[in-house]
């Protein structure tokens, strides 16, 4: 499912125009990613958690090359699916 199938999905099921539901779309986002930026940890009840975890420098290898390189060390996004979501997933 693409963004567009997604919004008009969200459209259908709220009763929103799809104007309305892309608006509502990006506004979820940009706040999560906003929070996450700010350092804060996003929980939604049933369908999991955002976070931000630290990862260290660390030595790598270009796979054309064999070359060792350096990768610096950086803040990526972690999403952990609730259990709800899971069960969901797994019925």
Not at 4 to 24: C, N
Not at 52 to 64: F, I, L, W
């Amino acid at each position: 499912m693409n963004k567009s199938e997604f919004v008009k999905r969200l459209a259908d099921k709220t009763g929103f125009t799809q104007k309305d539901a892309e608006k509502f779309f990006k506004a979820h986002n940009d706040t999560i990613m906003e929070a996450l930026s700010e350092g804060e940890k996003v929980q939604v009840v049933g369908f999991g958690s955002y976070e931000v975890r630290e990862r260290k420098a660390r030595e790598g290898r270009d796979p054309r090359t064999g070359e060792t390189v350096s990768i610096p060390a950086k803040k990526v996004p972690i999403f952990k699916a609730g259990k709800l979501f899971r069960e969901q997933v797994d019925h």
